[in-house]
Nanobody, 124 residues
Framework: QVQLVESGGGLVQAGGSLRLSCAASRRPFSNYAMGWFRQAPGKEREFVATIDWAGRYTYYADSVKGRFTISRDNGRNTVYLQMNSLKPEDTAVYYC?????????????????WGQGTQVTVSS
């Protein structure tokens, strides 16, 4: 398994931006597809964005498309989630996840390792 540590969460006003980072412990990090998921209070965890092992393919939930961007730096063993034009409904704990199969996926069962999460709160 890969150990994942998220950072970059916090409190931001609606319309603002945040950049989440997820650092992975295992090499070669480049073998893994990576994903971001989120869980709001009282709701199930949901897919946000995913990127394949090479960084060539990305896929987003409709709710964040055009506002969020996932990227990765395999040399730094890190994946990022740039979040712009944030809305109060984006408030959630955001989780980073790694999938050994290497292909981008929106399905939680494809992911083998999960981080502890970082809180994002968007005020109106």
């Amino acid at each position: 398994q890969v150990q994942l540590v998220e950072s970059g969460g916090g409190l931001v006003q609606a319309g603002g931006s945040l950049r989440l980072s997820c650092a992975a412990s295992r090499r070669p990090f480049s073998n893994y597809a990576m994903g971001w998921f989120r869980q709001a209070p009282g709701k199930e965890r949901e897919f946000v964005a995913t990127i394949d092992w090479a960084g060539r393919y990305t896929y987003y939930a409709d709710s964040v498309k055009g506002r969020f961007t996932i990227s990765r730096d395999n040399g730094r063993n890190t994946v990022y989630l740039q979040m712009n034009s944030l809305k109060p409904e984006d408030t959630a704990v955001y989780y980073c996840a790694a999938a050994r199969q290497g292909h981008h996926s929106a399905a939680q069962y494809d992911y083998d390792s999960w981080g502890q999460g970082t809180q994002v709160t968007v005020s109106s």
